[in-house]
């Protein structure tokens, strides 16, 4: 079974840092794009980083200047550095990504469970 799980979310100071990781774990050959989105309680869930199989990144507006995403391909795991964090930045932020099974042409496509970020003023 496939699990994405995240982790490294916390409570911050406004103009803080934070580091997120999303390990995919299971009988996998590897992680190929994935990405990082938010959500706020009752709102829409939205892009916040994406990173593809090669490398290739891209991040929302919002973000650009802040956040870096990153993978490690031999840990199978993605990561987000949250830097000159701000109160809007608040927010549960999930990890999504297309996983590659043993299965020849088998992908698995999902969600992590969620990690809180919470930043202070």
């Known amino acids: 079974q496939v699990q994405l799980v995240e982790s490294g979310g916390g409570l911050e100071q406004s103009g803080g840092s934070l580091r997120l990781s999303c390990a995919a774990s299971g009988r996998i050959t590897g992680t190929n794009d994935s990405g990082w989105f938010r959500q706020a309680t009752g709102k829409e869930r939205e892009l916040g980083a994406t990173?593809?199989?090669?490398?290739?990144?891209n991040l929302a507006d919002s973000v650009k200047d802040r956040f870096t995403i990153s993978r490690d391909n031999a840990r199978n795991t993605v990561y987000l550095q949250m830097n000159s964090l701000k109160p809007e930045d608040t927010d549960v932020y999930y990890c999504n990504a297309e996983i590659s099974m043993y299965a020849p042409g088998s992908t698995w496509h999902g969600w992590g469970q969620g990690t809180q970020v919470t930043v202070s003023s």
């Open positions: 990173i593809t199989g090669r490398g290739t990144t």
